[in-house]
């Protein structure tokens, strides 16, 4: 047994005017803290950057301090629930820290256009929920009172609600509640390989979970960006644009996210441990799949569009799997796709097509992906028992060609 947080999200049901304004004004608050103490930070970190001064001693304890006596020197400030504000300088603290081993840039200020107005309830001390039948709880926030949250499909845990997010999509507020939970997870010897196409997810089982089609809403996603960027500023027609891109961003976020949740929890239902490709070290030599592989094919346009929901959501899939199965393993993709999963020959001739796999030495056939999943599987159940296990981790033909002599 192992402790989890899992997060689920609620549709915050319209309250009362009152209330959705005390909402926007801690949210308000939030951006006002964030934008106050990254411009006290911005000088330092710029002398920083450019060797001038040493590392700043700015840490969310030093910004706590400061931001008590921010607080009561500001009156609309005071009035204001103090927690959820100064958790802001919690991200703020993280996002700085970041920016100073050069991972990231230093923290953007926040506008309330570009970013959506947001708070975090960050502890039980802060907030209460109330379960009140299937369908709906309610969730005490302070200053604001009792709001009322529904999910299709009710609370899913008995678990313990740690922290709350709350965040305005443009259209309503969401509350995304964190559950610690204790969880047992599968651990059977079943080892599961997965390739990640384009078009589709492979398992080594052979079965295939298609990638939803957003072409379509990309594309009007696309073309409200293009028709908002023409627009006036302030302008009636460019706000309703805004509108409707936003809404149809939604849908393609809620389209994608459902799909990820379903493929998973159906993956994981099959198996302990789940083998996938390190798509760190596949992005670094293929912008596309098949693309050094096969050299010259050019991806097509609608192939980019879903490359790019694969790569933005393969994050989440990868979190998903590593907490839904019991054991998540990866391994460097190279030769997955033109090496035969039954003799271990690898040859590009072996792939006929992009969807059809024929190995040229010992005749096996399959679809391209399947057998790219069981390669994956195969890496996985040698990185699993170790070397010596006789699972072979290198192709037949090539272990030979980069043998040293010795062996
Ligand atoms: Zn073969």
Request: aromatic letters at 8%; hydrophobic letters at 35%; proline letters at 4%.
């Amino acid at each position: 047994m192992t402790k989890e947080i899992r997060t689920v999200e609620f549709v915050v049901l319209p309250a009362s005017k009152a209330k959705a304004t005390k909402m926007f004004q801690i949210a308000g608050a939030c951006r006002y803290v964030w934008n106050h103490f990254r411009e006290r930070n911005l000088a330092d970190y710029q002398a920083f950057k450019n060797g001038q001064a040493g590392r700043l001693q700015t840490s969310y304890f030093s910004l706590g301090v400061e931001f008590t006596k921010l607080r009561h020197e500001t009156d609309w400030l005071k009035e204001l629930p103090a927690n959820p504000i100064k958790h802001t300088l919690k991200y703020f603290a993280d996002a700085l820290g970041e920016a100073m081993k050069g991972k990231k840039k230093f923290p953007k200020p926040r506008s309330r256009n570009r970013h959506a107005p947001s708070f975090t309830l960050p502890s039980k001390e802060n907030f209460a929920i109330k379960k009140m039948d299937r369908k709906y709880s309610l969730l005490r926030i302070p200053l604001v009172g009792w709001v009322t949250l529904t999910r299709r499909g009710g609370v899913p845990y008995d678990g313990e609600p740690k922290q709350v997010v709350l965040r305005h999509d443009g259209h309503r507020w969401r509350a995304f509640v964190s559950y610690e939970l204790e969880v047992e997870k599968r651990d059977d010897g079943e080892v599961l390989g997965v390739d990640m196409n384009v078009r589709q997810i492979a398992t080594s089982d052979g079965d295939f979970y298609f990638l939803p089609d957003l072409e379509k809403k990309e594309k009007r996603r696309k073309w409200y960006q293009r028709m908002m960027a023409r627009q006036v500023k302030g302008s009636n027609r460019r706000k309703d644009t805004k509108r409707k891109l936003v809404k149809v961003s939604r849908k393609i976020a809620n389209i994608r996210k459902d799909w990820i949740h379903h493929t998973t929890r159906e993956i994981a239902e099959k198996c302990g441990t789940v083998v996938v490709e390190d798509l760190k070290v596949k992005n670094m030599t293929a912008s596309a799949k098949g693309t050094v592989e096969n050299p010259g094919k050019n991806v097509k346009q609608k192939a980019g569009l879903n490359r790019g929901m694969l790569d933005t959501a393969w994050g989440e899939i990868r979190r998903n799997l590593e907490y839904k199965c019991g054991r998540l393993i990866e391994v460097n993709p190279a030769y997955t796709s033109q090496t035969c999963s039954c003799c271990g020959h690898a040859d590009k001739e072996n792939r006929k097509s992009q969807a059809r796999f024929l190995c040229v030495y010992c005749g096996f056939t399959s679809n391209a992906d399947t057998n790219a999943a069981l390669n994956i599987r195969r890496l996985g159940m040698a990185q699993l028992h170790g070397e010596g296990s006789g699972i072979k981790t290198v192709p037949a033909n090539r272990e030979i060609d980069t043998r040293t002599p010795h062996g």
